[in-house]
T-cell receptor, first 111, second 110 residues
Framework: GESVGLHLPTLSVQEGDNSIINCAYS??????FIWYKQESGKGPQFIID?????DKRQGQRVTVLLNKTVKHLSLQIAATQPGDSAVYFC??????????FGAGTTVTVRA | NAGVTQTPKFQVLKTGQSMTLQCAQD?????MYWYRQDPGMGLRLIYY???????DKGEVPNGYNVSRLNKREFSLRLESAAPSQTSVYFC?????????FGDGTRLSIL
């Protein structure tokens, strides 16, 4: 089956630096992509999303980039803070219901 | 704002026991979902309900049943629990996207 995956399972970043989390997907029919943040003992929390008719979308301190040519999605976090330490998941769907999740990247922020 | 509320938060069962996980949302969302999350993995969809009165299978439906009780509530039932169903279960709801998640039920089956 087709799946969504992440390039690296862990990422260590210095506080104040920018973080980039990558995700590859294989379903060319996917038209909606989303990033979630999951803290220990909590459910996934929505960060930012993007539809396939866009290649970039910005939020507060976060930017999502979509490259449909190579089926690649990335999340950029500016000025990473200790509170950004969490597991980050990308997910995609082609039918507005069935989200397919990647395995996640654990981000650790060093003081 | 409560959002998505799941009960119980923790549960230990013996193999063969039955159990219903409860989920309620107060955001007037049409769609609701049940996922499981195993260590080191992303969430996998068990069942979803696109609207009140409908339910559909997701990626891993075997061993589970669901009931969309009303617009607010969507329950997940394990009729005969197996150790392979030890997992963290998340409920979510949405109007379309994004989905909003509860904080999960941690279920252990011995």
């Amino acid at each position: 089956g087709e799946s969504v995956g992440l390039h690296l399972p862990t990422l260590s970043v210095q506080e104040g630096d920018n973080s980039i989390i990558n995700c590859a997907y294989s379903n060319s029919a996917s038209d909606y992509f989303i990033w979630y943040k999951q803290e220990s003992g909590k459910g996934p929390q929505f960060i930012i999303d993007i539809r396939s008719n866009m290649d970039k979308r910005q939020g507060q301190r976060v930017t999502v980039l979509l490259n449909k040519t190579v089926k690649h999605l990335s999340l950029q976090i500016a000025a990473t803070q200790p509170g950004d330490s969490a597991v980050y998941f990308c997910a995609e769907t082609s039918n507005d219901y069935k989200l397919s999740f990647g395995a996640g990247t654990t981000v650790t922020v060093r003081a | 704002n409560a959002g998505v509320t799941q009960t119980p938060k923790f549960q230990v069962l013996k193999t063969g026991q039955s159990m219903t996980l409860q989920c309620a949302q107060d955001m007037n969302h049409n769609s609701m979902y049940w996922y499981r999350q195993d260590p080191g993995m992303g969430l996998r969809l068990i069942y979803y309900s696109a609207s009140e009165g409908t339910t559909d299978k997701g990626e891993v439906p075997n061993g589970y049943n669901v009931s969309r009780l009303n617009k607010r509530e969507f329950s997940l039932r394990l009729e005969s629990a197996a150790p392979s169903q030890t997992s963290v279960y998340f409920c979510a709801s949405s109007r379309q996207q994004p989905q909003h998640f509860g904080d999960g039920t941690r279920l252990s089956i011995l």
